[in-house]
């Protein structure tokens, strides 16, 4: 049985002292220690926030995650972070590729695949977003855009990072909308993007995970993680609350 992820994408919210509020009331509130058995469990506050989330979730299964890394390990590259200073903040993931870095920050699939391979050869575990845009589903092309995204995001790489990757299918036009892919059709579209990645990475296709997101909540929660091969979800929003961060992990872990 995969373990499933579920993973709080904070994006650029909360001050400080908000982000290690928050992440307190999260830990406080876990259904109890069993929980890191059934699910990892990861919160990804912004750059500012690291270390003041970190010294809250240390001592416990919750594990930190970066919204970006550059592909340098140093030098001059204004503004930019590096795996190894993500580690050094306590970072076990880094989210990579994410629609709101593609679409506004223009990101290519060139720079999300040199993200990737820092990423993971930095020592940290990536997860690797995906998704379509809504013509691009209207036009019947989701499985062509998302299977380019993999195969330039994931080139070069093969079976040995399979535990250190995650996929997460984010469907664009579900994104802080409101909408989100019907669970079957998110399910279709895991399982396909399982078949890409086992033949990308010559892996065995029960080693992939793959979790969902856009516009996750309490109330599309139970529906999305119950579908066989949606192995968690991203979850921005709705982690901003405790208490529906803290159903959608317990209903996670059920
Ligand atoms: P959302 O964001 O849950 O607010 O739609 C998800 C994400 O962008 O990771």
Redo the contacts with the bound molecule.
């Keep these: 049985m995969r373990k499933k992820v579920v993973a709080a ?1 904070w994006k650029m919210n909360l001050l400080r002292s908000e982000a290690s509020g928050l992440a307190g009331e999260i830990i406080k509130g876990l259904p109890g220690p069993k929980i890191y058995n059934k699910v990892d469990l990861i919160i990804a506050p912004t750059f500012t926030s690291l270390n003041a989330v970190q010294s809250i979730i240390k001592e416990t299964g919750v594990q930190l995650c970066a919204q970006n890394v550059f592909w340098k390990e140093s030098g001059a590259y204004t503004g930019e972070i590096s795996a190894g200073m993500l580690i050094d903040c306590g970072c076990k993931w880094v989210i990579i590729g ?1 629609s ?1 870095r593609r679409h506004i920050l223009k990101e290519t699939d060139e720079m999300v695949s040199l993200k990737v391979k820092s990423g993971l050869n930095g020592g940290l575990k990536v997860i690797l977003c995906v998704g379509e845009l809504k013509d691009e589903r209207e036009n019947g092309k989701t499985m062509e855009v998302i299977s380019n995204q993999l195969v330039k995001g994931l080139g070069g790489l093969d079976s040995a990072c399979i535990d250190s990757l995650v996929i997460a299918y ?1 469907p664009v036009w ?3 909308t409101g909408l989100n892919a019907e669970p079957e059709d998110a399910e279709a579209v895991h399982r396909n993007i399982k078949e890409v990645v086992s033949g990308l990475l010559d892996c065995k296709i029960e080693k992939i995970r793959v979790m969902y ?4 909540n309490t109330g599309n929660i139970k529906s999305l993680v119950s579908q066989p091969n949606v192995d968690g979800v ?5 982690s901003l609350n405790k208490d529906s961060f803290l159903e959608i992990i317990r209903v996670s872990g059920d």
């Design positions: 994408n994410h709101e984010e579900a994104i802080g997101g856009g516009s996750v991203l979850v921005g929003g709705a």
